[in-house]
């Protein structure tokens, strides 16, 4: 933070610009809005502690994504069988009750690719939800990842084939 | 895993630099196989955006009204917790100094020969080296052959008595 701006200034612009990517990214790996909103609030608490010690806000949003990626992925662990039972209870039945084919073909088809998202190993689904999702570029996950471009390239191109795998066998409707 | 799957793949993230896009888009027009794994990626791609997001707008709103208040009563970083700007080329010139006096120092405390030293202990810039009587004259010649200048102190048994014949010549250290 070299400007002479305010603090609490610099603070909203990181916000507005961090914020939307963050919540994207924690809402799909928990599935859930008010936990991805809460995991956020909580990742932009630790950002302010550590505010100047982070340079520039390209760093910040590395930092903030990283925080909210970690902080998404063991509230998921911490929740365990009793969250992998709340999302088989929440894609299934639910969904079955829409009325219509075409509504019923396309409600199955998003249970099945969220689930095949879910069921991914960590470092190939954190990589297609930034992509997919936080619409970040290769060079930007690779950072927040500490890993390599060419990296990042091969394992969303792993997490896609696991996927199309899946949807293969599974008779998706795709629209 | 082809390296052509991954091109395809980096072509759907629009991470291709632009000669190979244009390349890749005029192999996919006559290479239906080609075509079909395309398709069959962006597939993935357009079943994972099936199920939309939700709008965010409110939670970002909500977040920012819980985190505005802790932005302006924010604790300042500790001094300790601070980032310290050195430049580059004063590292670079403090780890050159570092490695010079480890190289000073190893060549002193790596004397060896025939006369192997019982004790060695350096000071700062000052050795104390022990070796045993009959060795005495070998390690002289060796600090003569190699032009040394520092002043050698020998310390004598006080039990026993010595008489000085010749050389070398024993100068008083002041101590």
Redesign the interface.
């Given at each position: 933070m070299t400007s002479k701006r305010s603090a609490q200034e610099y603070f909203r612009e990181v916000y507005e610009e961090v914020f939307p990517i963050a919540v994207r990214v924690a809402y799909r790996i928990t599935n859930d809005i008010e936990v991805a909103e809460e995991l956020c609030h909580e990742a932009f608490i630790k950002y302010l502690d550590r505010m100047e010690t982070i340079p520039d806000t390209q760093q910040a949003k590395y930092w903030i994504i990283r925080v909210v990626k970690n902080l998404s992925l063991n509230n998921q662990k911490r929740l365990g069988r009793e969250a992998a039972a709340n999302q088989r209870a929440y894609f299934e039945p639910a969904q079955a009750s829409e009325t219509g084919e075409v509504s019923y073909l396309k409600l199955e088809a998003k249970s099945h690719v969220q689930q095949a998202l879910a069921a991914l190993p960590e470092k190939l689904r954190v990589v297609l939800v930034m992509k997919e999702y936080g619409e970040m570029s290769y060079k930007e996950i690779g950072s927040v990842l500490g890993i390599s471009e060419t990296n990042v390239k091969v394992r969303a191109h792993r997490a896609r084939e696991k996927l199309a795998q899946y949807l293969d066998g599974g008779d998706v409707y795709v629209p | 895993?082809s390296h052509e799957?991954?091109r395809?793949?980096?072509y759907?993230?629009e991470?291709l630099p632009e000669s190979e896009a244009r390349e890749l888009e005029q192999q996919l027009e006559t290479d239906p196989e080609l075509r079909r794994r395309y398709e069959?990626?962006s597939?993935?791609?357009?079943?994972?955006?099936?199920?939309e997001?939700?709008d965010?707008s409110a939670?970002?709103e909500?977040?920012?009204r819980?985190?505005?208040p802790?932005?302006?009563e924010?604790?300042p970083?500790p001094w300790w917790?601070?980032?310290i700007p050195v430049p580059l080329s004063g590292v670079a010139a403090a780890l050159a100094v570092f490695v010079l006096f480890g190289v000073v120092l190893a060549r002193f405390a790596g004397y060896s020969g025939q006369a192997e030293p019982g004790r060695a202990q350096t000071l700062g810039r000052s050795m104390e080296l022990s070796v045993q009587v009959a060795e005495s004259e070998q390690l002289l010649q060796r600090l003569s052959g190699k032009d040394a200048r520092e002043e050698i102190t020998i310390q004598l048994p006080e039990s026993r008595t010595f008489e000085f014949v010749g050389q070398p010549v024993i100068v008083p250290s002041g101590r």
């Open positions: - | 895993m799957d991954i395809l793949s980096a759907l993230d991470e069959r990626l597939g993935v791609s357009e079943a994972l955006h099936a199920d997001l939700p965010f939670s970002m909500h977040t920012w819980r985190l505005a802790l932005s302006q924010r604790r970083v917790r601070r980032p």
